[in-house]
C-alpha cells in the first residue's frame, strides 16, 4: 500500500527530529535567508505587479510545488508544464490571496493540488494511475527511510515532522487518505476502488484526518 | 449537525472529499456555526500545506522558470501588475 508520506522523507527510527529546533521551518514552511521577505511579503509584491516578488516565490517554492505534482501525475514533463502553469495562476490569481484568511503556501498548495488533479482528470490517466496503483507493489518504509540521507532529514526538519504525524496513523487510514488526497478520489471512487465499504472509508477518513489535524495542531501549540 | 460533526466533514470538505449529498447538510451547518465554522475551515486547509510539506522537493527546472519570469515580463510591458480575471 502506497504512503501518504514522500518515501526519502520518513522520520527514521532514532533519528526525530528535535521539535525546538524546528521552529524556524514550522514558522516560515522553508528556510530562508535572513531578512529574506515573508511569503505574505512576496504576494502583497505579486499583487502589486512585482515579477521579481514572484521570482523569489518560484525558488522557495516551486520544489516542493513540483513534488506535489509529480505525486498526483507521475510525469517529470507534464509536472514541469504544469508547474509553469501554476506559478502563472498564482501570479495572475494574486489578487484572490488574502493573509487574514490563511497563509500563502496553503493557498498555493490548494491552488497546485487542484490543478494536477484536474490534470489528471483531463489526460484520462485516471484510469491509468489507478491500474498503477493496483499494480504497484507495496512499497516498505523502512526502504524509504534509508533512501533518506543524514542531511535530507537535517535539512527537512518541517518534512519530517510532517512524515511524522502522517506515518503515526494505522496504514488503512493512510490508504484512504492518500486516494482522496492525491488521487482526487470521493468517498464512492475510494469504496469503489479498495472494495471497502462506503460507510469504513468515511469513517477512516473522518479519524485519520481528525489525528492529523490535531497533531499539527499540537505541534504549533508546543512551538 | 452537531459542532463535531461539522468538524469531520470540513476536514472532508477541504480536501475535496465530501460526497454531493453531505455537501448540502454541511452547508446548513455551516451557515447555522458562522463565524466559528469559517474559522474551522480555514484552519483546516493547513491539512494541505502538511501534505505537501511532507513531501521531498522535486527539482524544478530553471529552463521553466525563464520561460516563466519571460512571459510575465512580456505581460507586465503591456500592464502595471496582474491582469485581471
Known sequence: MSSVVDPNLQAAPGSEPDVATSEKSMTSAVDREPGAPS????MLGIQSGDADALSQLYDRYSGIMKALILRIIHNETEADDLLQEV???IWNQAKNFSAEKGKALGWMVTLTRRRAIDALRKKQAYARAEERLQAEPERQPLAWVENATEKDI????TRVLMAKVINSLPEAQQQVIELAFFQ???QREIAFHTNIPLGTVKTRLELGLKKIYDGLKELRDEL | MSFEEFQNCA??????AL????????EAARKQYGPAAEDFINQCYGL?????????PAKASNAIKDKLMSM????????????SA
Open chain 2, 72 to 83: 510575465v515580463r512580456e505581460r507586465g510591458q503591456g500592464q502595471s501588475g496582474p491582469r
Open chain 2, 48 to 56: 494541505h500545506e502538511a501534505f505537501a510539506l511532507s513531501l521531498k
Open chain 1, 154 to 157: 537535517e535539512a527537512g526538519d
Open chain 1, 184 to 186: 482526487g478520489m470521493s
Open chain 1, 87 to 89: 506559478f502563472m495562476e
Open chain 1, 39 to 42: 511569503d505574505v511579503d512576496l
Open chain 2, 11 to 16: 476536514r472532508l470538505y477541504v480536501i475535496g
Open chain 2, 19 to 26: 460526497e454531493p449529498e453531505e455537501l448540502q447538510d454541511f
